[in-house]
């Protein structure tokens, strides 16, 4: 079985495989999984950059993978086999390669099978070890893949890593495993914890860029924020409710950005990210992707504008985003919490398929409403609130085409990188959503912003009432044209009953 095509197995379970807080990945008595001829464990995948400098600081330049407090366990049976006096009676190692060099790991004899631990027809071709992994030195560096080395002594039942630390030089995607090729070994666990840091601090190097996008984003929606809550103060007795709601969704944008600068900031000093705070974050975000879809729903369905209340729809909008809400903080809580390795685990998978189902079910519902909206704004004539709905209809098409366009490159990109070698880039897979959504936000805030005119994209009882006033402005407008007035007086008086292509054109023109 080639080696390349179980990292990417064991890549996919190593969340589930070891507990683990912010950067500082956790064992907890994790058994040794048999895989063709070897026992492996996962330890960890994540980016690191290349050290720079050998301070002593958080931010200190240094980049390495440090082993604290690991003990390995062997069976009570694999140890009797064992003769107090003799040393080196079970091998553990400590594997750790850069995923341009997984091919490194492991051989072939004669073509077959690839094994990871080196058999007696290997030996012989390739000149390893038997009973040792096959490692193959990189092209670009003969001391990679790094192995240690940790033998059992005589028939003691554990054995220890002395606190040791491997420095990283170059930058790369970088995957540990613990191996051991004695079939004696079979049933052992482990348990300590490794630490893993990059030159800036302890954030996984797919999440590091995020940081400085968050201080971005921050600014971005403190902008879109005092820009709107001047005018929102300025003409407070002319403000909607729809403008409320805007209001209230701009105020969670901008805790939800504070929150994920904060988390990742204490993420990267302190090498932890406890629970509970990156659940208030995760859940924060939920609440406002829940309202803002809710948001541009009801906009769609022209409440308060053509409708004063939802009426029927009511408990079924509300239904929808409590079942939004439920399957977007599911999926963040699997994706944020507790989550440090560079790579999404197979649970991530089954619950994105919920939470991309009822995105889409949500567009269809809000284009389906928008259409009659529009349909019914076009028969009453009002054509302040079509213009507006139109723009409205224009922006979220731009919005939904993008994002089609974005999943299509989102797809490209992780079904060409299963080792997650463009690591270095994956941020903006996640930041673009965050950019979408606050384009959308300034567009809904450019068209429902708070002025002086705000009541006349409110809903009227009488909206017929409003287009006669518009026509008898037209009407006074021609006031000279005494004998156009007069035919459309006999007209409307039942006249004749012989229409006037002049007036007829007119007509045509208007509708």
């Not at 390349?4 to 064992?27: E, G, K, M, P, R």
């Not at 974050?281 to 369905?301: F, P, Q, W, Y």
Request: glycine share 6%; proline share 3%; aromatic share 12%.
């Amino acid at each position: 079985m080639d080696f390349a095509y179980l990292i990417s197995i064991f890549l996919l379970l190593s969340t589930a495989l070891t507990t683990i807080n912010a950067s500082i990945h956790i064992y907890q008595n994790q058994l040794f999984n048999e895989i063709g001829n070897a026992y492996l464990l996962p330890g960890g995948s994540e980016g690191l950059a290349a050290s720079r400098s050998s301070d002593n600081s958080v931010s200190d330049g240094r980049s390495f993978i440090r082993f604290e407090n690991i003990t390995f366990w062997r069976t009570q049976a694999a140890a009797d086999e064992q003769s107090d006096k003799e040393h080196g009676t079970g091998l553990i190692q400590a594997v750790i390669f850069e995923a341009a060099d997984r091919n490194n790991i492991g051989g072939s004899a004669y073509g077959g099978q690839r094994s990871i631990c080196c058999t007696p027809d290997l030996a012989k071709l390739e000149g390893c070890k038997q009973g040792e992994v096959i490692r193959i030195p990189s092209s670009t560096d003969s001391k990679w893949p790094m192995v240690l080395n940790i033998y059992f002594g005589g028939n003691d039942l554990s054995t220890s890593i002395e606190n040791a630390k491997v420095p990283i030089m170059k930058t790369g995607m970088y995957n540990l495993f613990f191996i051991a090729c004695d079939p004696k070994l079979k049933g052992t666990t482990m348990s300590g914890k490794t630490v893993w840091k990059n030159p800036d601090g302890y954030l996984p190097g797919r999440m590091a860029p995020l940081k400085k996008f968050y201080v971005y984003m921050m600014i971005a929606y403190l902008l879109l924020s005092a820009i709107w809550f001047s005018q929102y103060v300025r003409f407070w007795k002319d403000i909607l409710l729809l403008q409320h709601c805007i209001t209230s969704v701009i105020g969670l944008g901008l805790f939800e950005m504070i929150l994920w600068y904060f988390d990742y900031s204490n993420f990267n000093s302190t090498g932890m990210r406890p629970v509970v705070i990156t659940t208030w974050v995760v859940t924060v975000g939920a609440i406002r992707k829940t309202l803002s879809r809710l948001l541009i729903l009801s906009v769609s369905m022209g409440y308060g504008v053509v409708r004063p209340t939802l009426g029927g729809l009511t408990s079924k909008v509300l239904l929808l985003g409590a079942t939004y809400f439920l399957a977007s903080e599911l999926l963040d809580i699997t994706e944020y919490v507790g989550t440090i390795n560079d790579i999404s685990g197979r649970a991530r998978l089954f619950l994105v398929l919920p939470d991309a189902f009822l995105d889409a079910f949500l567009i269809l519902w809000i284009f389906t409403s928008l259409s009659k909206t529009l349909e019914q704004l076009q028969v009453k004539r009002i054509s302040a609130k079509l213009d507006l709905y139109r723009k409205f209809s224009n922006a979220l098409v731009v919005a939904v085409i993008a994002s089609v366009a974005w999943i299509t490159f989102e797809v490209y990109f992780k079904a060409t990188d299963p080792f997650n070698e463009r690591w270095q880039s994956a941020w903006i897979i996640t930041a673009f959503w965050d950019i979408l959504s606050f384009a959308l936000l300034c567009v809904i805030c450019y068209l429902w912003a708070p002025s002086q005119s705000s009541q006349r994209y409110a809903y009227s009882e009488d909206v017929k009432d409003e287009f006669d006033d518009e026509e008898a402005q037209s009407l006074t407008r021609g006031q000279s044209d005494g004998d156009v007035n007069l035919v459309k007086q006999e007209r409307n008086n039942g006249n004749a009953g012989v229409s006037d292509p002049e007036d007829d054109s007119e007509e045509d023109k208007r509708e």
